[in-house]
C-alpha cells in the first residue's frame, strides 16, 4: 500500500476517533455531574480511592497492553499470518494468567489495605467491602479483553474500535438515569452495573474478533522464545507502568490520608477532566500507532521520524484548542457542570490540564520506544524519576497540608521527565533532539505565544457569565485555529489537510 494511502487511512481514521471523543466528552461531562450529585462528595471520593487501589494491581496488565499492541502490529506488518496467530494466542494466555494473579492479590493485599488503612466513612464499609469485590470482577475481565481490542487496533479498524467505544458511553449514560432509581444502595448498584457493561464489552470484541480476523482463532500453542522475548517488553514495560502509576495512585492515596475523602473526590473530578480531554490525544495517537509500528518493522525510519513529529504537533494542538477555554473559564465550567464544586477542584483541573497537555508530546515518544525495543534506559530513567517525586511529594504533602502541591510536583515531574525522553529517544530510534526541538518545539511555542494574548484580554475585561464564556471560548478556538493554520504546521500538511476536507465535502 502506497505512502498516499496510508496518510489517507490515517487522517480517516483520526476523524473517526475525533467523533467518538467529541461524544464521549459530552456524554462524560454530563454523567460526571450526575454521578456525583446522587452519589455525594464522599461516596464519589470512595468510588475513585477504591478504584486507585485496584489499579496499583493492574500494573502488570498495563504493560501488557502496549506489549500485545506491539508485537501483533509487527507481526501484521511482516506478513505472516502463521505467526500473527501465534503470538495473539500467546497473548490470550498470558492475560488469563495475569488477570488471575490481579485477582490473588485483590483478594489479599488489596482487602488487607481496605480493612486496615483506608479511610471509609462511618456506616459505609459494607457498601465499600461490595464495591471492591465487584472493581476487582471487571478489572478481570478488562484484562481478558485486551488481546481482542489490541487486535483491532492492530488491523486498524478504528471505525469499529470507535463505535464500541461509543457503545460504551450510551449504556454508562444508561446507568446514570437507572442510578436514581436504585433498589438497593446506590453506590454498590452503580459499581455492578459498570460491571455489566465491562462484560458486555468484552462479549461484543470476542464475537467481532472472532469473526473478522484470521488470526483470532483458539490455538494451544507456547514458543519459549518468543515468551522470553514478550517477558523482555513486560518486565522493563512494568518498571515503568508500575512507578508512575504508584505515584499517581499515590497521590490519591496521600490526599486520603492527609486530607480526607472529600479532597479525594475534588481530585476525582480533576481526574475525570484530564481522562475526558486526553482521549483526544490518545484516540488521535491510536490511529496513528499502527502506522509507526510498521514503519518501523519494515525500516522506513524517515517516515517513521515523520509522523513521530506531526503526531505530536497534532495531538499537541488538537488538545490545546480544547483545553485553553477550559483553563480560563474553569471556575465557571466547574460551576455550570456540578452546581456546588467541591474545594481546591478549580486548582486541580488547571494544574492537570497542563500535565495533559505536556503528555501530547510523550505518546508519540512511548510508541517510538515500544517500536524500538529497547526499553531498559526508558522506562529505567522514568522508575527513578517517579520514585523520587514520590518522596518529595509525600514529605510536601505532609509537612504543607495543601493538597494542591502533590499536582505541582507531578507537573514538575513530568516536565523533567519529557526533556530526558527527548535525548532518549536519540538513542532509540535516532530522531535528534535538534531535529525534534525545531520540528515540534519551536512551531508549538509560536503557536502558544500568538493565540493565548487575545483570548486572555477578553478574559480580563469581561465579567464573570455566559457572555463572556461564549466570547472567550470562542476567541480562544478561532485564536489557536488561525495560529496553527498560518505558523504551526507545514506547507506539505496544511496542503493534505485542505485536500482531506475538499475531499469529504465532494463525498
Known amino acids: ?142 484484562t481478558i479483553n485486551v488481546p481482542y481490542n489490541s487486535a483491532i487496533i492492530a488491523h486498524e479498524k478504528i471505525n469499529i474500535y470507535a463505535i464500541i467505544q461509543i457503545i460504551d458511553v450510551v449504556l454508562k449514560l444508561i446507568i446514570v438515569f437507572l442510578l436514581r432509581v436504585a433498589p438497593f444502595d446506590q453506590l454498590i448498584f452503580y459499581a455492578l452495573l459498570v460491571l455489566l457493561v465491562t462484560l458486555f464489552n468484552v462479549a461484543v470484541n470476542f464475537i467481532y474478533c472472532h469473526r473478522k480476523f484470521e488470526e483470532v482463532k483458539f490455538l494451544l500453542y507456547w514458543s519459549w522464545n518468543t515468551f522470553r522475548e514478550i517477558l523482555k517488553f513486560i518486565g522493563w514495560a512494568i518498571v515503568g507502568n508500575f512507578s508512575s502509576m504508584f505515584y499517581t495512585q499515590g497521590i490519591n492515596l496521600m490526599l486520603n490520608a492527609f486530607c480526607g475523602p472529600a479532597v479525594n473526590a475534588a481530585r476525582g473530578i480533576a481526574v475525570q477532566v484530564q481522562g475526558v480531554v486526553q482521549q483526544l490525544a490518545n484516540n488521535v495517537q491510536t490511529a496513528i500507532n499502527p502506522q509507526i509500528l510498521k514503519s518501523y518493522a519494515i525500516k522506513e525510519m524517515d517516515r517513521m521520524y515523520t509522523l513521530i513529529i506531526a503526531s505530536s504537533r497534532l495531538c499537541f494542538y488538537m488538545l490545546f484548542i480544547i483545553s485553553l477555554p477550559i483553563l480560563l473559564e474553569t471556575d465557571f465550567l466547574l460551576t455550570l457542570w456540578l452546581g456546588t464544586v467541591p474545594a481546591h477542584t478549580v486548582n486541580f483541573v488547571r494544574i492537570i490540564l497542563m500535565s495533559v497537555l505536556l503528555d501530547a508530546f510523550v505518546n508519540p515518544m512511548f510508541t517510538a520506544n515500544l517500536a524500538s525495543g529497547k526499553l531498559a534506559i526508558y522506562h529505567g530513567t522514568l522508575a527513578v524519576l517517579m520514585y523520587g517525586f514520590m518522596f518529595i511529594t509525600y514529605f510536601t504533602i505532609k509537612n504543607t497540608r495543601i493538597p494542591e502541591t502533590v499536582f505541582l510536583c507531578y507537573l514538575a515531574a513530568s516536565i523533567i521527565g519529557y526533556v530526558m525522553k527527548i535525548f532518549i529517544m536519540n538513542y532509540q530510534v535516532g530522531l535528534k533532539p535538534k531535529m525534534y526541538v525545531q520540528l515540534v518545539l519551536y512551531p508549538v511555542a509560536i503557536v502558544i505565544c500568538a493565540s493565548v494574548v487575545t483570548p486572555l484580554a477578553v478574559h480580563h475585561f469581561l465579567a464573570e457569565g455566559w457572555v463572556e464564556f461564549l466570547l472567550t471560548s470562542f476567541v480562544s478556538v478561532v485564536s489557536v485555529g488561525v495560529s496553527v493554520y498560518f505558523l504551526g504546521i507545514t506547507k506539505g500538511e496544511r496542503n493534505l489537510a485542505i485536500s482531506f476536507v475538499r475531499s469529504k465535502l465532494k463525498k
Do not use: C
Request: aromatic content about 14%; charged content about 15%; hydrophobic content about 50%.
Open 1 to 142: 500500500m502506497s505512502v498516499n494511502q496510508d496518510n489517507k487511512r490515517v487522517a480517516k481514521n483520526t476523524v473517526y476517533m475525533y467523533i467518538r471523543m467529541a461524544f464521549s466528552m459530552l456524554v462524560g461531562f454530563y454523567t460526571s455531574r450526575v454521578i456525583l450529585q446522587v452519589l455525594g462528595v464522599e461516596d464519589f471520593g470512595l468510588y475513585n480511592v477504591i478504584g486507585g487501589i485496584i489499579s496499583l494491581f493492574t500494573v502488570l496488565n498495563a504493560a501488557l497492553v502496549n506489549t500485545t499492541s506491539r508485537f501483533i502490529t509487527v507481526s501484521l506488518a511482516k506478513g505472516n499470518a502463521h505467526d500473527t496467530r501465534q503470538i495473539f494466542n500467546m497473548a490470550l494466555l498470558l492475560h488469563f494468567f495475569v488477570g488471575l494473579f490481579i485477582v490473588a492479590l485483590g483478594e489479599t493485599v488489596g482487602l488487607w489495605y481496605l480493612h486496615n488503612k483506608l479511610v471509609v466513612p462511618e456506616g459505609r464499609e459494607v457498601a465499600a467491602e461490595w464495591l471492591y469485590q465487584f472493581t476487582i470482577i471487571s478489572a478481570f475481565f478488562s
